[in-house]
């Protein structure tokens, strides 16, 4: 059992930056990949980026592909998402999500955190 608690939303300005985390309990968390979703009301939560287990691969969404940066710090039980030149339209209730594995990042994930609102303004 992973519990995740993510924290770093917040307001900013277009063109801003923040930094999520979201850390994570148990003593395994080098045995899971982890992701970053977003979701805005009456729409599906879509995938943002994902860090597989070692941290040596990522994947990127197209549209933060250049702008966000997914990282993790294995001894700290920790994992991050850098949001640079952040716009309007990356408004949403960011959540990030934990899969035990070691060999793929692809969804589905199996333990989620409750979620932390990021609101830029134009």
């Known amino acids: 059992q992973v519990q995740l608690v993510e924290s770093g939303g917040g307001l900013v300005q277009a063109g801003g930056s923040l930094r999520l985390s979201c850390a994570a309990s148990?003593?395994?968390?080098?045995?899971?990949?982890m992701g970053w979703f977003r979701q805005v009301p009456g729409k599906e939560r879509e995938f943002v980026a994902a860090?597989?287990?070692?941290?040596?691969?990522?994947r990127y969404q197209d549209s933060v592909k250049g702008r966000f940066t997914i990282s993790r710090d294995n001894a700290k039980n920790t994992a991050f998402l850098q949001m640079n030149s952040l716009k309007p339209e990356d408004t949403a209730v960011y959540y990030c999500?934990?899969?035990?594995?070691?060999?793929?990042?692809?969804?589905?994930?199996?333990?989620w955190g409750q979620g932390t609102q990021v609101t830029v303004s134009s």
């Open positions: 999500a934990a899969k035990l594995s070691v060999v793929t990042m692809i969804p589905p994930y199996d333990y």
């Open positions: 148990g003593r395994t968390f080098s045995s899971y990949a």
């Open positions: 860090i597989s287990a070692s941290g040596r691969s990522t």
